[in-house]
């Protein structure tokens, strides 16, 4: 079963540091983009960021309500994705979900054209930042 | 940054309802568009990507259409699951940007 379980939500006040896990199952981790999204309170879904692959150098993508503050991660030998958020917010409190991106390819004369989503989420954790 | 606009925010529709949901782009992304079904308590789920295709296991009923930068998604015939929140995301860019979501709810 494919299958992503997050982990190390909790409370942090304001200015503190907390790591957020994804553990991935059931599928080839390593050949996957992953993303992270967020969901205050009673809100909409806010894009948080991206890690592609070790065919793409692992190179990573941030949203930039968190570039600086935030650091997106992968073990791919553990199956896992992490983030690291420093320097936390109250703004930061949501549902922290990762995703598994899946692509869809179409080859045309002028080359491939790829198009994303998230395919499999994890049921989130949650981080409140509250003094 | 692509800002990605629904309407209407929410929407009241009986079971049978032809329901349909608009999205925005502010500027062209061809056909880089997902939409997402949410319920209370649950992670999203995705219904439809690059702007028309059904993903697997997704009932016939939702369906997608659109490209550059007006979509739209189609509920045929609503059933009672489909009450949720439906969220348009593109992918043509990063930030890859929701829209702000649509609550459908029953009348």
């Known amino acids: 079963e494919v299958q992503l379980v997050e982990s190390g939500g909790g409370l942090v006040q304001p200015g503190g540091s907390l790591r957020l896990s994804c553990a991935a199952s059931g599928f080839t981790f390593s050949d996957q983009y992953m993303d992270w999204v967020r969901q205050a309170p009673g809100k909409g879904l806010e894009w948080v960021g991206l890690t592609r692959n070790k065919a793409n150098s692992y190179t990573t993508e941030y949203a930039a309500s968190v570039k600086g503050r935030f650091t997106i991660s992968r073990d791919d030998s553990k199956n896992s994705l992490y983030l690291q958020m420093n320097s936390l917010k109250t703004e930061d409190t949501a549902v922290y979900y990762c995703?598994?991106?899946?692509?869809?390819?179409?080859?045309?004369?002028?080359?491939?054209?790829?198009?994303?989503?998230?395919?499999?989420w994890g049921k989130g954790t949650t981080v409140t930042v509250s003094s | 940054d692509i800002q990605m606009t629904q309407s209407p925010s929410s929407l009241s529709a009986s079971v049978g309802d032809r329901v349909t949901i608009t999205c925005r782009a502010s500027?062209?992304?061809?056909?880089?568009l997902n939409w997402y079904q949410q319920k209370p308590g649950n992670a999203p789920n995705l219904l439809i990507y690059?702007?028309?295709t059904l993903q697997s296991g997704v009932p016939s009923r939702f369906s997608g259409s659109g490209s550059g930068t007006d979509f739209t998604l189609t509920i045929s015939s609503l059933q009672p699951e489909d009450f949720a929140t439906y969220y348009c995301?593109?992918?043509?860019?990063?930030?890859?940007?929701f829209g702000q979501g649509t609550k459908v709810e029953i009348k």
């Open positions: 500027q062209s992304i061809s056909n880089y």
């Open positions: 995703g598994r991106v899946g692509y869809y390819v179409i080859s045309g004369y002028y080359g491939a054209t790829h198009y994303y989503y998230m395919d499999v």
């Open positions: 690059a702007a028309s």
């Open positions: 995301q593109q992918s043509y860019s990063v930030p890859r940007t």
